[in-house]
């Protein structure tokens, strides 16, 4: 298993309280930024030695709600849809990044866009709806 390395400026520990997310992990986003980052390991691959599209789209489901909470006194988000393309792979050893935009939040829900991306490599594309969980 290799090490996490620094992080880069801005970047911190998210603290996932879901154990899905903390054994996939760790995930760490951007202070303020709609930026996430995971490092994979041999243990995020498939047989081909490339990081597995499953652990893609649940690092894509972590961003998605990671940005839909950002700004909010939200206290979660539960994903009600996403939509992921995948445009690329990688193997492990290297930062991926999450990066999202908002399109629109309402009452209870928010539509959020993003990209998950790694040297420059758009990886995955995705659009998905989150349901905002509030205090």
Known sequence: MTETPSL??????AEQADPAEQLNGP????ETECQTLFWPREEHTNMMGMVHGGVLMTFADFTLCS???RGTDDTGCVTVNLNCNFTGNTSPGGWIEGS???????????FVTGQLTSNDEVLLSFNGIGKRIRK
């Open 100 to 110: 999202a935009e908002i399109t629109r939040r309402t009452r209870n829900m928010v």
């Open 8 to 13: 880069p400026t801005g970047f911190i520990n």
């Open 67 to 69: 940005s839909a909470t």
């Open 27 to 30: 995930y760490f986003k951007h």
